[in-house]
Each structure stands twice: as structure tokens, then as C-alpha cells.
């Protein structure tokens, strides 16, 4: 299994551009959820999805939209990055119907600069 | 969900055992303390999770009191590697729904 991966690793981008930063995973995971995390601080939940179709905002929802069209895949969606958005993301994932654990698996991050 | 309360920091001396405190006085029956660990910009790890009886893992040890108000993670014999970032998050299990509420974490540093 390759776990929750994300892409890219680096990105730099010019304030108003907008960007994807994509997120999968092969575990067969029910919930995944998208955080981000600023220099020195804790992370901070953006959005979150129980399953495909379903999503809903977490803390810090503004200036970002999410989808779930499948189990694998919740991308995130920078509509027009401001300098407030440097930050580094990283997605997670948990839950598998009929199982018992929660335990959230996270992927190595995305480091997002916004100038 | 509950507040949790961490020191900001701890040292502890490779090979001897860590012991993170967390206070979650506000937690309710239902939820669930979680630990989690950030090593240096990598993405959280799970660690350990615990109702009301004491857990141990091939990682760590967690013991919550009786009035649950406070529980302490314990790596037995700490090494380099251990150094992280350590967050102590309470959360309702069944319906945790992939959502989290980090605080700041107790930032360990293991010393040679």
C-alpha cells in the first residue's frame, strides 16, 4: 500500500492564481480531510468527507473548495491564493466500513507558497 | 469536543522513559483521548488511543486517571528518533468523522 500520498511536494504560486493540490489513497478509506498547518502552530482542519459525495467545512474553510467524486481522491482547491495561504497541507484519511479503528493516516504534506 | 492542555516543552535523556502529561478536564463520556506525534515537518503519526483502562502498544503506554480529566503518554525507553511534536487530542470515536482539533502539542526533545 502505498498510504495517502500527495502531490506536489513544492509548489509556488503568484497571488490570484489558483491550483489543485491533489490527495489519494488506496486504503479503502471512508473519511479523508484536508489541514494546514502554519509555521510554529498545531494543524488546522480545512475541509473534511465521510464518503464520496459528501464533504463539509472544518475550522478554516475559507478560500478553498473540495470534491469527492471517488473513495481515492480528495483534491483541494485553491481559488485565488492570497499570502495568507503559505502554509504546508497535508491530507489524511480513516475509516473502513465494517472496521473498528479511526486512526487517522496522513501524508507527507504539500509546502505551498504563495507570493 | 473537549480542550486539551500540554506543556509547551520537556526534555528527556535518551534511554529513559518520557512521560507527556495532557489534561482534558472538560471531556466528556463518549470521547476518546488520542496521541498523536509529528516528527520535524512530516505528516502526524498515530500512536495510542484510550477510553477510561489504560493502553499500551508496541510504541507507547497510555494511562488516563480515574475521573479521566488527565492522562500521560509514556514511551518507555525514549531514543533520537523519538523527538517530536506531540499532540494529545480528545474526540468522539465513532462519529470522529476524520475530524481532528490539533492544539500546539508538547514539543519533545531527546537528549544523547
Known amino acids: 500500500n502505498a498510504g495517502v500520498t500527495q502531490t506536489p511536494k513544492f509548489q509556488v504560486l503568484k497571488t490570484g492564481q489558483s491550483m489543485t493540490l491533489q490527495c489519494a489513497q488506496d486504503?479503502?478509506?471512508?473519511?479523508m480531510s484536508w489541514y494546514r498547518q502554519d509555521p510554529g502552530m498545531g494543524l488546522r482542519l480545512i475541509h473534511y468527507?465521510?464518503?464520496?459525495?459528501?464533504?463539509d467545512q472544518g475550522e478554516v474553510p475559507n478560500g478553498y473548495n473540495v470534491s469527492r467524486s471517488t473513495t481515492e481522491d480528495f483534491p483541494l482547491r485553491l481559488l485565488s491564493a492570497a499570502p495568507s495561504q503559505t502554509s504546508v497541507y497535508f491530507c489524511?484519511?480513516?475509516?473502513?466500513?465494517?472496521?473498528?479503528?479511526?486512526?487517522?493516516?496522513f501524508g507527507p504534506g504539500t509546502r505551498l507558497t504563495v507570493t | 469536543d473537549a480542550k486539551t492542555t500540554q506543556p509547551t516543552s520537556m526534555d528527556c535523556a535518551e534511554g529513559r522513559a518520557a512521560n507527556l502529561p495532557c489534561n482534558h478536564s472538560?471531556?466528556?463520556?463518549?470521547?476518546?483521548v488520542y496521541w498523536y506525534r509529528q516528527i520535524h515537518s512530516q505528516g502526524p503519526q498515530y500512536i495510542i488511543h484510550?477510553?477510561?483502562n489504560n493502553e499500551t502498544n508496541e510504541m507507547a503506554s497510555l494511562i488516563i486517571t480515574e475521573d479521566r480529566k488527565s492522562s500521560t503518554l509514556i514511551l518507555p525507553h525514549a531514543t533520537l528518533r523519538d523527538t517530536a511534536v506531540y499532540y494529545c487530542?480528545?474526540?468522539?470515536?465513532?462519529?470522529?468523522?476524520?475530524?481532528?482539533?490539533f492544539g500546539q502539542g508538547t514539543t519533545l526533545q531527546v537528549k544523547p
Open positions: 489524511a484519511s480513516s475509516y473502513r466500513l465494517g472496521g473498528t479503528d479511526y486512526e487517522q493516516y
Open positions: 486504503m479503502n478509506h471512508e473519511y
Open positions: 468527507s465521510v464518503g464520496a459525495g459528501i464533504t
Open positions: 472538560t471531556i466528556s463520556g463518549n470521547e476518546y
Open positions: 484510550g477510553l477510561k
Open positions: 487530542i480528545v474526540s468522539p470515536r465513532s462519529s470522529n468523522t476524520g475530524k481532528l482539533i
